[in-house]
């Protein structure tokens, strides 16, 4: 394809040993399912951010950010463009950059941020074990639970403008206008470091808390492969009662199953396709609106797919 040649080598010339071509974007999710992506940035610096950004600018290709893929279904043909993970300079974590607060790159794997701050004696992070993504998907996603929430801890972030020929950006959290899920960062930029803010405790104290969050997720949540809640709660509502409920733990599409443990998470099964994870969410959704009127809308992001994301 002579478009994605072109952006392709132009990539490849600009950044040297961060560009792959035609990598299973399977390997880069928690769902272990999806089809190659044409051109896979592994971006260790601002400067690499930058040059994808003013090649963005030039050819338009479209483009993916992933970070740990925890809340993505990526089709099983893939991604026709360019995808962007980062590494290198924004796998760092900053503990003492100012009283009360920590900074850390937007690659770092969240439960490692809980980790990391709660040896240190540093307390609000602590809710991050339980969630797999990373800092950068969490300031997108406003990621949490226990209680507790991104928008709660986050005191500002920095990005790349990829739409915007590689600009960077600062973000106030109070800029971010987070809500249930959601943020108003812009959709293509990406999240490079962000600042939270923390308070004294104890290591010991921090890290009881840490591990009584691990302790609940594997009592109430499956192992195995997939990608979180795949439909967001309804307000005053939970998406896992109302589809237990509906009678659907244990449905099957194919190697994909509504989890028997949570009724919220869909488990691929080896062997299992992303169609088929696709189509569970769909029938559940259809099923749930026959039963009861609701209409969930999912979570999940869904990267590749023709049909409308799933649609009922
Ligand atoms: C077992 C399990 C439990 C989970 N529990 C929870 C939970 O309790 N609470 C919760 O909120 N979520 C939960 N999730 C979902 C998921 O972990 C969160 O949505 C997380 O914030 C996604 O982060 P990620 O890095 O994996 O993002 P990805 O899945 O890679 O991407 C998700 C979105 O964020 C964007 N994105 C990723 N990185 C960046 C970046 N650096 N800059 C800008 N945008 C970016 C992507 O483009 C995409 O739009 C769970 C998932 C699993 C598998």
């Given at each position: 394809m002579a478009a994605t040649q072109t952006f392709a080598a132009e990539l490849e010339r600009l950044l040297p040993g961060e560009v792959e071509r035609d990598v299973p974007l399977a390997s880069l999710t928690t769902y272990h399912l999806g089809g190659p992506v044409e051109v896979l940035v592994r971006a260790r610096s601002l400067d690499a951010l930058e040059a994808v950004g003013r090649v963005v600018a030039e050819h338009g290709p479209p483009v993916l950010i992933v970070g740990r893929g925890s809340n993505l279904l990526v089709a099983?043909?893939?991604?026709a463009g360019v995808a962007v993970v980062l590494g290198g300079d924004f796998e760092d974590i900053d503990?003492?950059?100012?009283?009360g607060r920590v900074r850390a790159g937007g690659a770092v794997p969240l439960p490692v941020l809980a980790r990391r701050t709660a040896h240190d004696g540093s307390?609000?992070?602590?809710?991050?074990?339980?969630?797999?993504?990373s800092v950068g998907g969490a300031v997108r996603m406003n990621a949490g639970g226990h209680g507790r929430e991104t928008a709660e801890v986050l005191v500002r972030a920095w990005a790349v403008d990829l739409g915007g020929a590689g600009r960077a950006v600062e973000y106030e959290a109070?800029?971010?206008?987070?809500?249930y899920r959601h943020?108003?960062?812009?959709?293509?930029e990406i999240v490079t470091r962000a600042e939270f803010a923390v308070s004294p405790a104890t290591a010991d104290q921090c890290e009881a808390t840490v591990a009584e969050v691990v302790r609940w997720r594997r009592e109430h949540q499956p192992g195995g492969a997939n990608a979180g809640s795949v439909f967001r709660n309804p307000p005053d509502d939970s998406a896992g009662r109302i589809i237990d409920a509906a009678g659907l733990k244990g449905l099957r599409v194919g190697a994909a199953v509504v989890s028997p443990k949570h009724a919220n998470f869909f488990q691929a099964e080896p062997g299992a396709t992303a169609d088929d994870v696709f189509r569970l969410v769909t029938e559940v959704r259809r099923r749930v609106h026959d039963a009861t009127g609701i209409d969930l809308q999912p979570e999940l992001k869904f990267v590749g797919f023709e049909q409308e994301k799933g649609s009922r």
């Open positions: 099983d043909q893939g991604f503990l003492a950059v100012a009283p307390s609000g992070l602590e809710f991050y074990v339980g969630i797999p993504g109070a800029d971010l206008r987070f809500g943020s108003a960062l812009g959709a293509l």
